[in-house]
C-alpha cells in the first residue's frame, strides 16, 4: 500500500517530483515549502518525513510502523521545531544552534533524521547563518524541511541549497505550460554558457523580449539544474532534474564554487526580475552577468544587477 500524496495545491510537476522521490527513496538533504496555509505545509511535511523513515519497500507505505509514528507526531526520529511551542514570534539563533547539535546524532529508529523548522521565514539571518553551515555540508542521515509562507524572507545562500516547493491552492495550468516551455531553454542556456563565446546564449534570451512571462520560469528551472550539479560535484547521487549528461558537463567544466556564485546571480535576477519593470534591460545584461559569474571577470558598476 502507498500513502497519496496530500492534495495540497501543488502544480502537476511538483506532484511528480515528490512522488518519484517518494518511490525512489531518492531524498534531497534540504526541501523548503511555501504556501500560506500552515496545515498544508504541516501536511506536506508529514509526507516527505514519511519518505524519509519509511521502513516499507514501497516508500512511503503510511501503515508501517515508522510511518504511523511519524503521522501521529511520536517518532523520535522526525523533530519538530516551532517558535510558536515556545511563545515566540520569531526563530532564535538558539534553537538553530541546538537543532545543528542534535543532528549529528545517529536516529533511533528509522534509517534517517527528519528536522522539520515551522516558520522558518521567521529566522534573522543571524539564524539563517547558522543553519546554512549545517546544510551546506550535513550529515548523510538528516534531512531538513524547512516551512514557511513565503522564500521571499529566506537568504539566497539558503534557497539555492534546497529543493523548493511552492503550495498554491490553485490549478497551475498556465504556470505548467510556462514551465514546460522553461526546462529545455534552461538547459540550453547552460550548455551556450559553456560555449567559448556569448553568441548562442544571446541568440537565446532575445526570445524572452516576446515572451517575458518565461523569463522567471527559466531562472527557476536553471537553478534547479545547477542544484543538482552542485550536489553531484559535492558527492551526492541525489538528482531531482533529469539532466544526466548536462548536470555532468557542468560539473566537469566548473568547479563547486563557480556553479553556487553562478546560482547567486541567477537568484539576483530573479529578485530583480519581480520589481523591475524595464525587462528589457535585465534580457540584455543576462548573458554579460552571468559569464562574468561563470569565468570569474570582474564587473564594473554598468552590470550590477538592479
Not at 53 to 73: F, H, I, Q, T
Not at 167 to 184: F, N, R, V
Not at 197 to 221: H, N, Q, V, W
Request: neutral net charge.
Amino acid at each position: 500500500m502507498n500513502m497519496k500524496l496530500p492534495d495540497t495545491g501543488l502544480s502537476p510537476s511538483d506532484k511528480k517530483v515528490l512522488a518519484g522521490m517518494g518511490a525512489s527513496s531518492r531524498l534531497p538533504h534540504a526541501v523548503l515549502i511555501e504556501g500560506a496555509e500552515p496545515q498544508a505545509r504541516a501536511g506536506l511535511s508529514g509526507y516527505i518525513a514519511c519518505c524519509a523513515v519509511c521502513s516499507s519497500a514501497d516508500r512511503p507505505c503510511g501503515v508501517c510502523e515508522n510511518c504511523r509514528k511519524a503521522l501521529e507526531g511520536i517518532h523520535p526520529d522526525v523533530i519538530v521545531y516551532d517558535p510558536a511551542d515556545e511563545n515566540e514570534k520569531t526563530f532564535k539563533v538558539k534553537a538553530v544552534r541546538e537543532l545543528r547539535d542534535r543532528a549529528f546524532i545517529m536516529p533511533n529508529e528509522a534509517e534517517n533524521k527528519v528536522m522539520i523548522l515551522r516558520q522558518a521565514d521567521k529566522m534573522n539571518a543571524q539564524a539563517q547563518n547558522a543553519l546554512l553551515k549545517i546544510i551546506e555540508e550535513p550529515p548523510e542521515h538528516v534531512i531538513f524541511i524547512l516551512e514557511c509562507e513565503s522564500g521571499k524572507a529566506m537568504l539566497p545562500t539558503i534557497l539555492s541549497r534546497v529543493a523548493s516547493f511552492a503550495i498554491t491552492g490553485k490549478a497551475e495550468d498556465s504556470g505548467d505550460k510556462l514551465k514546460a516551455e522553461a526546462y529545455p531553454l534552461a538547459g540550453d542556456l547552460l550548455n551556450a554558457l559553456m560555449k567559448p563565446t556569448e553568441l548562442e546564449f544571446m541568440r537565446l534570451t532575445a526570445g524572452f523580449e516576446k515572451k517575458p512571462e518565461l523569463f522567471e520560469p527559466t531562472i527557476s528551472a536553471m537553478k534547479e539544474i545547477l542544484r543538482d550539479a552542485s550536489a553531484k560535484k559535492a558527492g551526492s547521487a541525489i538528482a531531482l532534474t533529469d539532466n544526466g549528461g548536462l548536470i555532468e558537463s557542468l560539473g566537469a567544466k566548473f568547479s563547486l564554487k563557480t556553479i553556487l556564485r553562478i546560482n547567486d546571480k541567477l537568484t539576483e535576477f530573479e529578485k530583480t526580475a519581480k520589481t523591475n519593470a524595464n525587462k528589457n534591460l535585465l534580457f540584455t545584461r543576462f548573458s554579460s552577468i552571468l559569464r562574468c559569474a561563470a569565468y570569474n571577470i570582474k564587473t564594473d558598476t554598468r552590470h550590477n544587477i538592479q
